[in-house]
T-cell receptor
Framework: QKEVEQDPGPLSVPEGAIVSLNCTYS??????FMWYRQYSRKGPELLMY??SSGNKEDGRFTAQVDKSSKYISLFIRDSQPSDSATYLC??????????WGAGTKLIIKP | DTGVSQDPRHKITKRGQNVTFRCDPI?????LYWYRQTLGQGPEFLTY????????KSRLLSDRFSAERPKGSFSTLEIQRTEQGDSAMYLC?????????????FGPGTRLTVL
């Protein structure tokens, strides 16, 4: 079993829809939960991160962590075609070690 | 542009040849990382530098791979006697000290194709 599981998709939704992206993890020692966005043939870029449980909002993006279920989510409101990318979750105990999901490919149809 | 830069962006080589990639991190970042990413997978950790010291190297990394960071600035990743299985995107990232979590900023990657 991988330490971080993420559905590879692709997930295809119409423009304006609310998108839900998810990961599950197995190690309860992880403290920080990060979401990266990766456009085709580019490096990943950090979108946001949360510490411990709860929600964090940044514009159209909301990150949510449920440590009791070992489940993390990223919600995108009012999705745009420019949001089409691969979204990678990464979890870390807080040091340099990032444990990555495989990434979910998201397609927003105009 | 003050982000992480990598050179070359693409490299095609024949099996058995040696290749070297360069990474220039963000200037004030003292931590530097190399990752490998294949299609449909997340980045796989290869190695980590703090300043010029190589502090961690993945056990998955064979002896054909070597990385250096002279003077704690740019870094090079060399692959000797390339194999077709080495075909992947090689990503470099850097981060500043003292932050939690460690916010890593990635370069655009070098795509290696081994024929």
């Amino acid at each position: 079993q991988k330490e971080v599981e993420q559905d590879p998709g692709p997930l295809s939704v119409p423009e304006g829809a609310i998108v839900s992206l998810n990961c599950t993890y197995s190690n309860s020692a992880f403290q920080y939960f990060m979401w990266y966005r990766q456009y085709s043939r580019k490096g990943p870029e950090l979108l946001m991160y949360t510490y411990s449980s709860g929600n964090k909002e940044d514009g159209r993006f909301t990150a949510q962590v449920d440590k009791s279920s070992k489940y993390i989510s990223l919600f995108i409101r009012d999705s745009q075609p420019s949001d089409s990318a691969t979204y990678l979750c990464a979890i870390t105990p807080g040091n340099y070690q990032l444990i990555w999901g495989a990434g979910t490919k998201l397609i927003i149809k105009p | 542009d003050t982000g992480v830069s990598q050179d070359p962006r693409h490299k095609i080589t024949k099996r058995g040849q040696n290749v070297t990639f360069r990474c220039d991190p963000i200037s004030e970042h003292n931590r530097l990382y190399w990752y490998r990413q294949t299609l449909g997978q997340g980045p796989e950790f290869l190695t980590y530098f703090q300043n010029e010291a190589q502090l961690e190297k993945s056990r998955l990394l064979s002896d054909r791979f070597s990385a250096e960071r002279p003077k704690g600035s740019f870094s090079t990743l060399e692959i000797q006697r390339t194999e077709q299985g080495d075909s992947a995107m090689y990503l470099c990232a850097s981060s500043a000290p003292g932050l939690a979590p460690d916010e890593q900023f990635f370069g655009p990657g070098t795509r290696l194709t081994v024929l």
